[in-house]
Each structure stands twice: as structure tokens, then as C-alpha cells.
């Protein structure tokens, strides 16, 4: 995948991100989880998904965009030191899989879905850090 592709993704999950930002800025009261979990585990799908493609063009080239958030997290921390580092429990609220074709679920928690949102800013400095390297 062509570094520009890469770009791409990185972008798209900043807008993601963005939107989840910009609901959680929002009045406590006002806020609606949904509309923060559901970008901000989109954002982080995209990050990881753009960090496995930049481990996948120096290891061997193979890449599967079809990955879950679990498969995508497994092979990050298997190629970059730093993703071990994380603590992706958060994720593992109440939600399902974003991308399964279970019945969706979110979280309803606003303090899980900051820690998401951290996770996912987290994971965000490490695909920069790889972009730029």
C-alpha cells in the first residue's frame, strides 16, 4: 500500500476523532455517548489499520484490510514495541466490534469513552512517529 493510501486512513481518522471531540466538548448533560464511541473506535480502527500497512510494507509487503480491531491490535503489538505499551482495555466495555455483523452495541459510559478517545490520541502518536521515521 502506497504511503499516500496510508495518509488517507491517518486522515480519515482524524476527522473521526474530531467529531467525537467536538460531541464530548458539548455540555456534559448534552452529550450522546454514541456519538462519541462510535467515531472514536472508528478513528482507531483507522490508526491501527494505518500503522499494521506501514509494519506490513517493511516486513513483507502482505497487507488484509479486512482486519478486526482485536486482529489489528494482536499484530501491531506484535511488530511495534510501543502499541504493547497500551492499554486497550477500555475497548472492551460494552461494545462489540465495530466492523462485526453482530448487532452493534456502544458504550453508554462518558468516562470509558474519554479513556477511548485517549487510547485512540495514544495510538495516533505512535502512527506518527512511524510516518515520520
Known amino acids: ?11 480519515a481518522a482524524e476527522t473521526e476523532l474530531e467529531k467525537a471531540g467536538e460531541e464530548l466538548s458539548r455540555p456534559s448533560h448534552d452529550v450522546v455517548a454514541y456519538a462519541v464511541c462510535a467515531p472514536t473506535r472508528q478513528a ?3 490508526y491501527l489499520t494505518s500503522l499494521y500497512l506501514i ?6 509487503g502482505v497487507s488484509d484490510e479486512s482486519l478486526t480491531v482485536d486482529d489489528l491490535i494482536t ?6 514495541p510501543k502499541v504493547k505499551e ?15 455483523d453482530n ?6 459510559d462518558i468516562n ?5 478517545m485517549n487510547l485512540a490520541r495514544e495510538v ?4 506518527k512517529e512511524r510516518l515520520s521515521s
Open 1 to 11: 500500500m502506497k504511503k499516500q493510501e496510508i495518509n488517507q486512513l491517518f486522515e
Open 44 to 46: 482507531l480502527h483507522n
Open 55 to 60: 509494519h506490513a510494507q517493511r516486513v513483507n
Open 75 to 80: 499484530l501491531c503489538k506484535k511488530h511495534d
Open 86 to 100: 497500551l492499554d486497550f482495555s477500555p475497548l472492551y466495555c460494552s461494545c462489540k466490534d465495530m466492523f462485526d
Open 103 to 108: 448487532d452493534i452495541m456502544f458504550c453508554n
Open 112 to 116: 470509558n469513552v474519554k479513556e477511548c
Open 124 to 127: 495516533r502518536e505512535v502512527v
